[in-house]
């Protein structure tokens, strides 16, 4: 089958091949077949090195398909299910799973990601973050797939399992925006504009977007910004929305140290600074011991939208439903698997909201 293979860490392109196979599905496992996916920043991270992953590895992880087989013991998957490929599987027993904090259970992310699912030129290859959705076909624990209505068209479906869950997810689940508060928003690609929309249906005032690239910002506005400004001139709505003194909150959906600093700078005293982009471990963000105390900030951390994706997809697809969340407007392209690399280059220009790969198969 087909599917796009990082060789090694560093390269800056992947081979899209057909001689890919899948392996399995064993017992608690299923096999899916994957009708859209698609492109989030985070693979372009695992190609770069800033997101650790073995390789060989098939990339991919924001994704929806069919499931068409089904391992031993699986029993709350049937085959035909419609499913979102979820790539932090909530094992449902550990302390963050009992404990209402599912998006931190690390039990089957862990073996999924260190298991070799895929077969290249045969030689074992992973699937990126317990994955590989760039794959016509790929094999997941059953806990790594939510199954949702058949009318939900694929791109919608395969949007939330990612960038949608993770942004929308930051505002309401993370950060929890009070209605008619002032949020801050660095970065709008796709993660970023499900920010926006996130802080929009809580309630949020004023919705600043931030972004470098100047056709982003028009887009911004349109998910529900009501200002949208290049960094440098970030200045002006501040001093008008918030006479100088900071939001109540800001997100830096973009994962560098600089624009994490930039959101902490730009919230008010007490108010919430989130770091939704990933970030390299290696690089550091200075925060001096008197501001910590003396400006009564938060500095929090968000992974997968703080979601339990088991309750929260459906959530927000009944937004979506209502016409509350536009998904549809998110899909800036649609493309086949062998533009992926066109579709990185693009995503590297900052000019991609969000581009879907579809396998073909029914809408
Ligand atoms: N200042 C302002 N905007 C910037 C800057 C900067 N220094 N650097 C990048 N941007 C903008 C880009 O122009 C682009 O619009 O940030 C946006 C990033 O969008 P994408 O590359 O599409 O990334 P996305 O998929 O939205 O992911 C964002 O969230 O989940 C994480 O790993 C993901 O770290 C990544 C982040
Ligand atoms: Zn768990
Ligand atoms: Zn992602």
């Known amino acids: 089958m087909r599917a796009a293979v990082l ?5 800056e392109t992947v081979e899209v091949r057909d001689d890919v196979e899948v392996v399995g599905p064993g017992p608690g496992e299923v096999r899916v077949a994957i009708r859209a996916t698609g492109v989030c920043h985070s693979d372009l ?4 090195g800033t997101i650790p992953q073995p390789t060989p590895a098939v990339l991919g992880h924001e994704g929806a398909g069919e499931v068409v087989a089904v391992g031993e013991g699986v029993g709350t998957i049937k085959l035909g299910d419609h499913v979102i490929v979820v790539w932090v599987p909530p094992c449902g027993t550990c302390r963050y799973c009992l404990g209402g904090q599912p998006n931190l259970c690390t039990q089957v992310m862990y073996s999924a990601g260190l298991t070799p699912r895929f077969v290249v030129g045969g030689s074992p290859a992973y699937g990126f973050a317990g994955t590989g959705t760039f794959a016509e076909e790929v094999v997941l624990p059953v806990q790594g797939v939510v199954a949702i209505d058949k009318d939900v068209p694929w791109e919608i479906a395969s949007l939330l399992g990612c960038g949608v869950v993770t942004g929308v997810g930051a505002a309401i689940n993370a950060a929890k925006v009070r209605p008619g508060s002032s949020v801050l928003v660095y970065g709008c690609g796709g993660v970023g504009m499900a920010v926006i929309q996130g802080a929009r249906i809580a309630g949020a005032a004023e919705i600043v977007a931030v972004d470098r690239v100047e056709a982003k910002l028009d887009q911004a506005r349109r998910f529900g910004a009501t200002h949208a ?6 200045g002006g709505p501040k001093d ?8 109540d909150y800001a997100f830096e959906v973009i994962g560098r140290p600089e624009t994490i600093r930039a959101a902490y700078d730009n919230v008010r005293r007490g108010g919430t600074a989130v770091v939704v982009g990933a970030g390299r471990a290696e690089e550091t963000v200075e925060l001096n011991a008197f501001e910590l105390f003396y400006s009564e900030k938060t500095l929090k951390g968000t992974i997968y939208g703080s979601a339990d994706v088991r309750t929260d997809f459906h959530r927000l697809l009944r937004l979506w439903k209502a016409g ?12 086949d698997l062998s533009k992926i690399n066109e579709a990185f280059a693009k995503m590297r220009a900052g000019e991609a909201i969000r581009q879907v790969i579809h396998f073909g198969g029914a809408a």
């Open 229 to 234: 400004v290049v960094p440098e001139r970030l």
């Open 240 to 247: 008008e929305i918030t006479e100088g003194d900071g939001f």
């Open 7 to 11: 060789q090694a860490v560093g390269d």
């Open 45 to 48: 991270s695992a190609m770069n």
């Open 324 to 335: 509350r969340l536009d998904l549809e407007g998110m899909i800036s392209d649609r493309l």
